[in-house]
């Protein structure tokens, strides 16, 4: 049975970071002047194994989980991932085993994925020319690179295959027509994400946020659009239909038109931290109990943590924007 929060929202979507590292420095992510060379990143034996991450991962089935993603940083640079998907996969309850990456490494990485079990992947792209993607992931990746690796996914069969888009005002919103031009007619389902505040370190300011129903707007006067509205109650994007049937897009809208009274996620970062929301300012330390305790001391620990939960940052960020800290999207994966 599924376990309940305080506001009446079960439990049903995991999302795992299984590294606090990546090979991008995203300005709205993890700005180069903070994650530096002198940044220090978890050490090995701070980092759940593989075997803990499954042990979480049973638990919160337990508690009514059939969903989850694995995060981080960036998943693929954590050494033999595709063992740990193995490993999840045979979970019995998960419906859904999926992935956020940055695309780079699929190439090399897809086809083992798939094999281990990935049901599908969401890449991060926000942008189609070099000058504007380079600037946003601020080491000199091309856009060539993302979309082989977007093209490996297909081909390996982990579709249907998401792109996430973040957009930020004077950024990159005219990559907004861009890309749902290049991927229309195709596999690939372009979401776009309103720039968020999560962290204290990507210079947040709700002038730099493109509202969704903007983006829904620039494209519907292009190519004609009708709602689909969302699959499940816990679905972050709202779904949008090409009139053509040319396919779909989606838009998250966090900051304008928040979704919190159906949240259905929990996240655990890399260290083994359990956070109930993508703005919480603490988390709950589940590494001490995979290490000291037992499975079933675990189990309750997550029913209780969440049974207390109340959270609903996006609902009260005009009031909470300014004074609270929140973890870094880095440690949670967004």
């Known amino acids: 049975m599924a376990t309940t929060d305080r506001l009446g929202r079960v439990v049903r979507d ?6 606090d590292r990546c090979n991008f420095r ?85 086809r083992a994925l798939a094999d281990a079990g990935l049901t599908r992947v969401t890449v991060s792209l926000d942008a189609l020319d070099d000058a504007t993607f380079q600037a946003m992931n601020d080491v000199g990746v091309p856009v060539a690179k993302v979309i082989e690796g977007i093209e490996a996914a297909v081909s390996a069969g982990l579709g249907p295959v998401k792109v996430n888009a973040v957009v930020k005002r004077g950024l990159n919103e005219h990559a907004i027509i861009q890309l749902a031009d290049r991927f229309r007619g195709t596999a690939v389902t372009v979401r776009y994400i309103e720039f968020m505040d999560v962290g204290t370190t990507n210079g947040w300011n709700l002038a730099d946020v493109l509202p969704a129903q903007e983006v829904i707007d620039r494209i519907g006067a292009r190519w004609p659009l009708d709602p689909v509205g969302r699959t499940t109650p816990g679905e972050v994007a709202a779904r949008w239909r090409y009139r053509d049937g040319a396919g779909e897009i989606g838009v998250i809208s966090s900051v304008t038109q928040p979704f919190c009274g159906a949240c259905t ?3 655990i970062s890399a260290d083994g931290t359990l956070y109930t929301c993508l703005f ?20 309750a620990r997550i029913a209780a943590v969440w049974r207390g939960r109340s959270d609903r940052y996006s609902e009260l960020r005009a009031a909470a924007t300014t004074s609270s800290a929140r973890v870094e999207m880095s440690a949670i994966g967004g």
Request: net charge neutral; hydrophobic share 40%.
């Open 280 to 299: 919480a300012a603490a988390g709950h330390d589940l590494r001490s109990l995979l290490r000291d305790g037992s499975t079933g001391t675990l189990e």
């Open 14 to 19: 995991l999302r795992i970071s299984v590294t």
């Open 265 to 267: 996620r929990a996240r």
């Open 26 to 110: 995203c300005v709205y992510c993890m700005p180069k002047e903070v994650f530096g060379s002198s940044y220090r990143f978890l050490g090995r034996s701070e980092v759940l194994t593989f075997e803990e991450i499954e042990r979480v991962a049973r638990a919160f089935v337990d508690n009514g989980v059939t969903k989850i993603r694995l995060t981080g940083g960036e998943p693929l640079v954590r050494r033999d991932i595709e063992r740990l998907v193995e490993r999840l996969a045979a979970i019995d309850g998960v419906d859904d085993l999926t992935m956020t990456t940055n695309g780079v490494l699929l190439p090399q990485k897809a």
